[in-house]
């Protein structure tokens, strides 16, 4: 209890600094998260098989890899079978503490931040080369958009 | 039973939120001026509970009591003063204030990121100290 206390408070911390100067850019927020996510796959995959394939990749992001940070799984998986995946979360743990509404809506932005660049990192890290977005419309609701990026 | 106002101070004696459910008689001054009375009544009663008390106490002050209503006094070490004006009959209010202070305030006002030590305006906050209020035995 208390670890997760620490861990959300140290994140509100890094959005404050990391946004103090420059209010629209998440750029570097985004790279923490993503060099975070690059190595913390190492440690929790270590005794995983190896990943049939991408939708078995992404299966494990929405279940261990997001229980293990999180304290839960993912609510709702979506894909096209192209390349496109739709992760939500109805009760994000940056946003829960948050609002439960429309109130705070511009802040949104800076908290799932540092998530997207962790899944992206994650999936680096396991081959997938991906652009990861995130939409919050009503909190603590966030839906995480993957797209494979295709060479 | 019955809850019928609470007050959240700053331990500089900023009023942080304010709550109001069963109050049939109004001060008949603004909120603000209210607050800063009832700060400045508390702030003299807990000196004077310390001076005047035969042994050293732990607790200090507590709670005091008229024949109509009961305000309730909870101090936090780091403190946010709680204080609760419920009727006379009710027990067990400084558990149930030590309860708010911990799955209320704790979770919605001190983990919210943007709150930064000003009155609170969280609609979240307020919605979870409301059901909180309501879902207590007291309140009934």
Same mark, same amino acid.
């Given at each position: ?5 620490? +861990? =959300? /408070? /140290?994140?509100? =911390? /890094?959005v404050?600094?990391?946004t103090?100067?420059?209010?629209n850019d998440l750029s570097?927020l985004e790279?923490?998260g ?9 440690? /929790? ?13 992404m299966? +494990?992001i929405c279940?261990?890899?997001w229980?293990?940070?999180y304290?839960k799984q993912i609510d709702n998986l979506r894909t096209n079978?192209q390349g496109i995946y739709v992760l939500q979360d109805n009760s994000f743990r940056f946003l829960n503490?948050l609002s439960n509404g429309s109130q705070y809506l511009e802040y949104a932005p800076k908290f799932v931040a540092f998530t997207c660049g962790l899944v992206r990192?994650?999936l ?6 991906s652009t990861v977005t995130a939409e919050v419309h009503s909190m603590p609701t966030c839906k995480f958009h993957i797209q494979v990026n295709?060479? | ?7 959240? @101070? %700053?331990? !500089? ?21 209210? *607050?800063?009375?009832? !700060? ?15 042994? %050293? ?31 006379? *009959? ?7 204030? $030590? $309860? !708010? ?6 979770? !919605? ?22 059901? @909180?209020?309501? $879902? ?5």
């Amino acid at each position: 209890m208390l670890v997760e206390t620490v +861990f =959300e /408070l /140290l994140h509100s =911390e /890094l959005v404050a600094y990391t946004t103090e100067n420059k209010e629209n850019d998440l750029s570097t927020l985004e790279y923490l998260g993503y060099s975070t996510g690059y190595r913390l796959i190492e440690r /929790l995959t270590r005794e995983y098989p190896r990943f049939k394939d991408e939708l078995d990749t992404m299966k +494990f992001i929405c279940t261990d890899f997001w229980t293990s940070i999180y304290k839960k799984q993912i609510d709702n998986l979506r894909t096209n079978h192209q390349g496109i995946y739709v992760l939500q979360d109805n009760s994000f743990r940056f946003l829960n503490n948050l609002s439960n509404g429309s109130q705070y809506l511009e802040y949104a932005p800076k908290f799932v931040a540092f998530t997207c660049g962790l899944v992206r990192g994650s999936l680096a890290n396991l081959g997938i080369n991906s652009t990861v977005t995130a939409e919050v419309h009503s909190m603590p609701t966030c839906k995480f958009h993957i797209q494979v990026n295709r060479t | 039973m019955t809850i019928h106002n609470l007050y959240i @101070f %700053d331990k !500089y004696g900023t009023l942080l939120h304010y709550g109001e459910w069963n109050r049939i008689k109004q001060s008949g001054i603004t909120k603000e001026e209210e *607050a800063k009375l009832m !700060y400045g009544m508390l702030f003299s009663i807990k000196s004077f509970v310390n001076k005047i008390s035969p042994t %050293d106490s732990k607790d200090g002050f507590l709670y005091y009591k008229t024949n109509k209503y009961a305000l309730h006094y909870y101090e936090t070490p780091s403190g946010i003063r709680f204080v609760i004006n419920t009727d006379t *009959a009710s027990t067990s209010v400084k558990e149930f204030l $030590q $309860q !708010y202070y911990s799955k209320v305030w704790v979770e !919605y006002v001190v983990k919210n990121p943007l709150w930064n030590g000003a009155p609170v305006t969280s609609d979240l906050f307020k919605q979870k100290s409301d059901e @909180f209020i309501k $879902q207590s035995v007291m309140f009934a």
